[in-house]
Antibody, heavy 124, light 108 residues
C-alpha cells in the first residue's frame, strides 16, 4: 500500500527556516517524480515544486524560487522541502504527492496519484 | 506560464442531477497533461481524471472528463451525496505546473 507521511512542520518566525520531510513506502520511490503542493487555510491548492526520480531535474513556482529547496534521498525513500526566508504568506498545509507514471499514447502523464495528509507550517 | 481558470466558483446542484465544471487554460494545453481532483473538507485531494478523460483507479463512471486545447470539462452525472466537495483542475505538462482556483460543488 502506498503511503506518504509528511513531518517537520510547526510554528516559525518570519525570516526563519524549516525542513519538511515526506517518508514514502509501498512503492519503488526512485521510479517516481514527486511533488510538493501547499494550501493556505481556506484557500485553494498551489503547486510548489516537482522533482524527477533521480533528483536531477527540479522545477519551482516563482513564489518560492530561491527560498525553497527540494531534494530527495532514494536510499531512505524520503523527499525533503527546505523552507528558508519564510514569510507570513507561506503559512499553509504542505502536501507531498507521488506522480503517477501513466503512458498515454507515447506520452508519460504525471498527475498526483497519491497524497500525504500534509504538514502544517505557520509563520508568525 | 499557463493559468487555469475554473468556473463557476460555486455550483449548486441537487442530488441525482448532473454537474458540469469548466477549466480554461490561458494557452494551448495538450490533453495528456490535464487532471482533475476532488477535495473534501479536512482531507487531502484525490485524483479523479488524468489525460483530460482517463478515470483514475477506482473512480466511478459517473465522473467523466473531456475537452482539448484550452477548454476542459468535468462532468458528474447522477450526483451522489458524497460528491459534494471542491474540485480542482491541474496542468502538469509545462513548468511551472499549476492548479485552477477550484469549484465548490454544493447541495441545492
Amino acid at each position: 500500500e502506498v503511503e506518504l507521511v509528511e513531518s517537520g512542520g510547526g510554528l516559525v518566525q518570519p525570516g526563519g527556516s524549516l525542513r519538511l520531510s515526506c517518508a514514502a513506502s509501498g512503492f519503488t520511490f526512485s521510479r517516481h517524480f514527486m511533488y510538493w503542493v501547499r494550501q493556505a487555510p481556506g484557500k485553494g491548492l498551489v503547486w510548489i515544486s516537482r522533482i524527477d526520480g533521480d533528483g536531477t531535474t527540479i522545477d519551482y513556482a516563482d513564489s518560492v524560487k530561491g527560498r525553497f529547496t527540494v531534494s530527495r534521498d532514494n536510499a531512505k525513500n524520503t523527499l525533503y522541502l527546505q523552507l528558508n526566508s519564510l514569510r507570513g504568506d507561506d503559512t499553509a498545509l504542505y502536501y507531498c504527492g507521488r506522480a503517477g507514471m501513466f503512458t498515454l499514447g507515447g506520452v508519460i502523464a504525471t498527475p498526483i496519484d497519491f497524497w500525504g495528509r500534509g504538514s502544517l507550517v505557520t509563520v508568525s | 506560464d499557463i493559468v487555469l481558470t475554473q468556473s463557476p466558483g460555486t455550483l449548486s446542484v441537487s442530488p441525482g442531477d448532473r454537474a458540469t465544471l469548466s477549466c480554461r487554460a490561458s494557452q494551448f494545453l495538450s490533453s495528456s497533461y490535464l487532471a482533475w481532483y476532488q477535495q473534501k473538507p479536512g482531507q487531502a485531494p484525490t485524483l479523479l481524471i488524468y489525460g483530460a478523460s482517463t478515470r483514475a483507479t477506482g473512480i466511478p463512471d459517473r465522473f467523466s472528463g473531456s475537452g482539448s486545447g484550452t477548454d476542459f470539462t468535468l462532468t458528474i452525472s447522477r450526483l451522489e451525496p458524497e460528491d459534494f466537495a471542491v474540485y480542482y483542475c491541474q496542468q502538469y505538462g509545462s513548468s511551472p505546473n499549476s492548479f485552477g482556483q477550484g469549484t465548490k460543488l454544493e447541495i441545492k
